[in-house]
C-alpha cells in the first residue's frame, strides 16, 4: 500500500496511455476483420500498465518480450483449474472432479515460466524492493510478493475486470452510451481533464461500474473459517455456524437479491445514482460492503478502490473515443467472458 499511495501521481497518467495502445489495437482489427477480440489486447494491456507500474519500464523491453501475458496466463490456469469446468456428461464429471479438484497441479509444468517471471521482476522492480527491505523484508521473499500481487491480484483481476465491465455496457446499449458519453466529455471538459476530481464528479459513470461489478463480480467465491462461533441470518431464517467450520460465500446470492434490487437480474446502469446510492451496503464484491473498507482485521479486498478507479478511467477513455459500440460474449472457460466487437461507432463531439 505504501508503493502504490507513492506512485498516486502516475497512476491515471499511465494507465491512459496504455489504454490508448489497448484502443489502436482493437481498431488495427476493425478494419482488417470487421470485428476485433477484446480479451487478448485488453490482457497484454493490463500486464503491460501493472508491469510498468512496478518496474518503470514496458515489459517488451526485458527478457520477457511479448510473452508476459502468456506466462502469467500459464501459472494462473494451475492455480485457477478447480474453477474451470470442462462440462463433461454423466459419470465423466467425476474424472474432471479427481483430475482438477482433488491434488494440487504441480508447480514444475510453470516452474521456468515462472523463474522468468521473478528475474524480470527483479531486475526492473528496485525501488519497490528498496522500500520492502526498508520495512524489514528480505529482498527475495518481496519480490515473490510482488509478483504474486502483480500476476495473481492485479492482472489477474483485470483479466476478468475489463471484459466483465465491457460486456454489460455493451449490451445495455446506445442509449446508455449516449448518456456516458455526454456526462464524461462534459466533466472533462469542465475540469480541463481526467483527474481525481473529476472522476468523482461523473455520477453515471461510477453507477455504471457499481452494477457491472452488482451484477457479476469477479470473484464470486469465498472461503473461509469461522474464527468463533457466530449466527448467520437470511430474509426468512438463520443458520449457526461453529468455530472451525469452513464457510462457503457465493457473492451473487447477496447482489443479486431479488428483494433488495427490483430487475435483480437486469443491468440498470443507474440504479446506484440518487437514493440508489443507498444500496451500495448490499454490493459485497469487495467481499464486503461497499460502504466499508478493508483492514487488516477483515479479509476485504486491499485493492478495492484501485478497482474502482481503473474502472472509471476505462470507461472515461473509452466514451472520449467513442460514441456506441456493440459485442459478441460467451463464458470463459474458468472465470469471466470472452468479448468481441462487432461495432465501434468513433466520437463525434468531444
Not at 520477457?64 to 454423466?90: F, M, R, Y
Not at 520495512?135 to 502483480?150: P, Q, T, W
Not at 458519453?181 to 459513470?205: H, P, Y
Request: hydrophobic content about 40%.
Amino acid at each position: 500500500m505504501s508503493t502504490l499511495a507513492s506512485k498516486r501521481d502516475d497512476f491515471i497518467p499511465l494507465f491512459r496511455t496504455c489504454l490508448s495502445t489497448l484502443f489502436i489495437d482493437i481498431e488495427d482489427g476493425m478494419v482488417s476483420q470487421k470485428k476485433a477480440g477484446f480479451n487478448k489486447p485488453s490482457d497484454a494491456m493490463s500486464f503491460n500498465f501493472v508491469f510498468r507500474l512496478f518496474g518503470k519500464k514496458d515489459s517488451s523491453d526485458t527478457k520477457l518480450g511479448s510473452e508476459g501475458p502468456a506466462i502469467v496466463d500459464k501459472w494462473l490456469a494451475l492455480q485457477l483449474a478447480p474453477l474451470a469446468t470442462l462440462e463433461l456428461p454423466g459419470f465423466l464429471k467425476y474424472f474432471e472432479d479427481i483430475f482438477l479438484r482433488t491434488f494440487p497441479l504441480p508447480f514444475f509444468f510453470v516452474k521456468s515460466d515462472y523463474s522468468k517471471l521473478y528475474d524480470a521482476f527483479y531486475a526492473s522492480s528496485s525501488s519497490v524492493l528498496d522500500k520492502a527491505e526498508s520495512f524489514g523484508i528480505k529482498r527475495d521473499e518481496a519480490c515473490h510478493n510482488l509478483v504474486f500481487l502483480a500476476g495473481f491480484n492485479a492482472f489477474g483481476g483485470m483479466k476478468v475486470l475489463f471484459p466483465t465491465l465491457i460486456k454489460w455496457v455493451g449490451k445495455a446499449g446506445e442509449k446508455l452510451h449516449g448518456q456516458l458519453a455526454n456526462e464524461i466529455r462534459t466533466v472533462v471538459r469542465e475540469e480541463g481533464g481526467v483527474t481525481f476530481q473529476a472522476l468523482d464528479k461523473m455520477i453515471l459513470t461510477k453507477s455504471v461500474v457499481f452494477e457491472a461489478l452488482r451484477i457479476e463480480p469477479p470473484v464470486p467465491f469465498q472461503y473461509g473459517k469461522a474464527r468463533e462461533n457466530i449466527v448467520v441470518h437470511s430474509h426468512d431464517a438463520a443458520f449457526e455456524i461453529k468455530k472451525g467450520e469452513m464457510i462457503f460465500g457465493y457473492q451473487p446470492f447477496a447482489t443479486k437479491d431479488p428483494r433488495i434490487f427490483n430487475n435483480a437480474e437486469e443491468f440498470v446502469g443507474n440504479r446506484f445514482v440518487g437514493d440508489g446510492e443507498k444500496l451500495l451496503k448490499y454490493v459485497y464484491w469487495s467481499n464486503g460492503r461497499e460502504t466499508e473498507d478493508p483492514t487488516a482485521e477483515n479479509k476485504q479486498c486491499p485493492g478495492k478502490d484501485l478497482v474502482l478507479l481503473v474502472s472509471r478511467v476505462f470507461l472515461v477513455e473509452f466514451f472520449l473515443r467513442y460514441d456506441t459500440f456493440t459485442v459478441e460474449t460467451a463464458k470463459a472457460l474458468a472465470l469471466g467472458s470472452t468479448v468481441t466487437f462487432t461495432s465501434l461507432i468513433k466520437a463525434t463531439t468531444i
